[in-house]
Every structure is written in C-alpha cells, then in structure tokens.
C-alpha cells in the first residue's frame, strides 16, 4: 500500500471520528434539553418531611410529582403548599372532593364520605384526633378534603388552620417514591 491512500485512510478515519463524536454530543445535549425540560414544566421532586403519611411515606422519602394531573380522586397523594399553614410543601391524601359530604366518627375512629365508611387499608390506625374542626362537612367547589395516613399525628383537614384545600395550592400528585432506593416505584 502506498503512502497516499494510508493517509486517505487516515484522514477518513479522524472524519468518522469526529462526525461519530460530533453525534454523541448532540444527543447528550437534546437529551439533557429534553430532561430540563420535562422537570421545568412537567414534573417535580419533593421530599417529605415528617411522619404524618407514615406507613406509606417516610420522612425524607423523595417523590416525583406531576403538575399534569387531570381531576383528583379519592386516593390520589398530593403535594400541595399553603403557606399561612407552613412554608414547605406538604403531602397528604385526598379523602374527597367538591360536593362530597365527609364526616368522621373519632369513637370509632371512622372516616365517611357521603354516608359510605371508607376502606382505609393505608392508614397507620383508626382517626380517633379530632382537631379543632366539626363535622360533617361539605368540601366546597374547586376544593379538596386531605388527611395523612397517620391519622393521629398529622395536621390536616381536621385543622382549621390547613382546612379545606383549594385546588390552586395543590403543586401535584404523587408519581413515584424514587428514594430510598430500595423503594423506588408506584405510591398508593
């Protein structure tokens, strides 16, 4: 082989090089675009803290929350904020929505949304702290009832303070637990 088409080889191989180079860096860069992008507009991460939503969250637990959520049901897990109650985003389940009619027996430690006991599997015991508000009561339009899991330790809709939660202070719903690790998955 002459020395002439080595370098043409040569010269062929640094362009693929390049041009292969040149194609990673893009698709890093629209990939990391993208992922700036999906996390500005789409979704979120928050920590919880605290222990109200134990036994299904754990303090310092780390959630991906959507902000494209669609109507919130009965169940869902929420990330809301109203800042004349705490300054740092809180996570609770909501137990009913607008028209609902909820009331709670603290004797025997029942939650009921329009006469109907609910099956309550996730909470920690039966919701005997009452809180300072009277109830029954009916969730207002645009608003949400939100309780923790654990029930007897956590602020909630039974407190005046927090009370019925306007569908404007909630930042999301619960996707994903995605630390600790060996937890990543599913909430519900």
């Known amino acids: 082989m002459n020395q002439p088409e080595n ?6 191989a640094k362009g693929r090089f390049r041009s292969d180079l040149f194609d990673w860096a893009e698709a890093l860069m629209i990939s990391l675009t993208m992922v700036i992008l999906i996390f500005v507009f789409c979704v979120r991460l928050i920590g919880v803290q605290g222990s109200s939503m134990v036994p299904t969250l754990e303090d310092g637990d780390q959630l991906l929350v959507s902000d494209i959520y669609g109507e919130l049901e009965y169940g869902d897990i929420v990330v809301l904020t109203k800042e004349q109650f705490l ?35 996730y909470t920690a015991e039966p919701t005997y702290y009452q809180g300072d508000m009277k109830f029954p009561q009916t ?14 330790a956590s602020s909630d809709s ?28 599913t909430v519900s």
Request: proline share 5%; hydrophobic share 40%; aromatic share 4%.
């Open 87 to 121: 300054d740092v985003p809180i996570v609770k389940r909501v137990i009913a929505t607008e028209g609902d009619v909820v009331d709670i027996d603290f004797e025997q430690g029942t939650v009921s949304v329009n006469g109907e006991v609910l099956d309550e599997p």
């Open 158 to 185: 039974r407190v005046a303070a927090l009370g019925m939660v306007d569908t404007r202070h909630v930042i999301g719903k619960v996707i994903l637990r995605i630390f600790p690790f060996n937890q990543i998955g």
């Open 7 to 12: 370098k043409q080889q040569s010269e062929a």
């Open 139 to 152: 969730v207002p339009e645009n608003c949400i009832f939100v309780l923790g899991d654990n029930r007897n």
